[in-house]
């Protein structure tokens, strides 16, 4: 007999093996009063436990920064900066010292506290940071009672090797120790395709499936399951056929990723001889070897928030250094820098003082930040500068909205360049500089910019957001981010059009560049320069170079109509070959 349940698949894959159920058992918090000549002491017990949680989530974000690249580092550090937040570990203190309760209980009436306050607030980007915030709060008070969460969540002593882990719900931190046992696929009753677990869970390869609320209740312990992570299903069967079905299905994904090993040396020429380019997003030298490795012609985007994300704001002279290495890890191709893209989820140490307003992600955040803190911004502007002329950079401009902020970044370039005339200090006189379109209004008049910009760079991520106003990472709205939206594709395509028109070469650095299924879709819409994560290039590269694109225009002219009834999904399965 064969049991069928179905959820969303995170990302194609297989995974064969035995279930283990992982219970979390549940965490009981306990009141009590502490004498008012032991307060002091009870403080330090709860900095101890602050300061075991920091070591266990740095050493997970080392680790990850080794084995994932940056983007799941930034996961485990945004819950490893919320430790030194103000309203968890100040305020915990205060209630400590002030009403003489215990550590265990003062976080929770903090997280009472928090939680209640983000109900309130009608804006669902602030809501769903709650779940960031209950889960830290969790993590410091299992240190505090001594119930590990490592074998707590994880049974680290037991052998989790080639099991397929059903839970409940998964923190980041849950699969990036999973990962490490080498645990062989995640069913998750909770969560979201677009959540921090789940984006962890693709950057690690790992076979995910969200969204199955019975998975606990009907699975059983050991139990034989297979997990389709293309069609989003698990199965439950002891079927020999089936199970030797997908063991072939797991030879040949194997195999694939084996073979993009050839197109390393290769020309990215389409098959009907269009060149693209190939970029890579980075922010460290490995990341940049790595993807000179796949053949990139230039870094589409280096960031740079991890600078501001230490004890202390950078000044010029430490920025100059990062900046100087990147450009010599890149061997002389073009390295592009972004400027601070701070703000929404990304304001943490000394530069959350930076930000302010009810709703970060609408409000006070990117170039709106560097406009508003100029000096700060004066100081990366003149370090981006100073490292162009150890070799080819090019500076990008996040979060345009208005025309008119170019116009202000342009002097503000001007006064830098004048400074740096003065100490006698060399640059490029003619950096490119280009702006980054990822509000829709931006995308909507890429004329009016074309003239104060080099080059342009379409952030996919927010600009769906945006155009959608539903968060990715929100379990609650997720479902309706969705990059084959009729306005989404309509806009991607109007944007490309128009850059080409006004002659000002366009790239995309968002994910969907790095999603080998959208590759023929943007190729259609007229894209010629992607920029992504290294792990991604041989994949997008090798669907470039068994693409057609004048049969992908074809397909992309029918989308409209969605013959023989085809859903958008179904549609993009038929473009790329798998649907007939």
Known sequence: MTLALTGTGVMSGVAVGPAHLLIRSELEIQEYQVPDDAREQEVERFQSALGEARRHLQALADRLRRTAGSGAEEIIRTHLHML??????????????????????????????????????????????????????????????????????????????????????????DVALLSEQEVAGLVVARGSAHSHSAIL????????????????????????????????????????????????????????????????EHDCITRDGIKVELQANAERGDEIAEALNCGIQAVGLYRSEFL???????????????????????????????????GADKA???????????????????????????????????????????????????????????????????????????????????LPVGGMIEVPAAAMAIDHFSESLDFLSLGTNDLIQYLLAADRVDDQVAHLYNPLHPAVIRLLGDALQSAAECGVPMAVCGELAGDARYTRLLLALGLRVFSMHPSYLLEVKRTIIETDVSVARQHLDSLPEQPDNLSPEQWLARLNGKLH
């Open 348 to 430: 943490w140490g000394p530069a959350r003082q930076l930000i302010s307003g009810s709703n970060p992600a609408l409000g006070l955040r990117a170039l709106r930040l560097c406009l508003r803190q100029p000096e700060m911004f004066r100081e990366q502007l003149r370090a981006i500068l100073r490292a162009s002329a150890d070799g080819p950079v090019r500076v990008l401009i996040p979060m345009l909205t208005h025309p008119a902020e170019m116009q202000s970044v342009r002097r503000i370039l001007a006064q830098c360049r004048e400074e740096l005339d003065k100490r006698g200090q060399a640059y490029d006189s003619n």
């Open 201 to 264: 869970a693709r950057s690690l390869r790992l076979p995910m499936i969200v969204g199955i609320p019975s998975a606990l209740r009907i699975l059983q312990e050991n139990e034989p399951l297979i997990l389709d992570g293309h069609y989003g299903a698990v199965f439950a069967t002891d079927d020999e056929t089936i199970q030797r079905h997908y063991h072939q299905k797991q030879r040949k994904s194997r195999r694939y990723r084996l073979s993009l090993d050839q197109y390393r």
């Open 84 to 173: 030194d937040d103000a309203v968890i570990a100040d305020d915990t203190e205060s209630t400590i010292l002030e009403q003489g309760c215990n550590a265990e209980w003062a976080l929770q009436m903090q997280l009472e506290h928090i939680v209640a306050e983000f109900r309130s607030l009608d804006d669902e980007y602030i809501r769903s940071r709650e779940e960031d915030v209950i889960q830290v709060v969790r993590l410091l008070q299992r240190t505090l009672s001594e119930a590990a969460e490592a074998g707590d969540a994880h049974e680290s002593s037991l052998k989790l090797n080639g099991t397929i882990v059903v839970a409940r719900e998964l923190t980041p931190g």
């Open 308 to 342: 501001f994300t230490q004890d202390q704001l950078p000044d010029e002279e430490t920025q100059y250094g990062y900046y100087r290495k990147a450009v010599e890890h890149a061997g002389g191709k073009p390295v592009t820098i972004r400027t601070l893209d701070l």
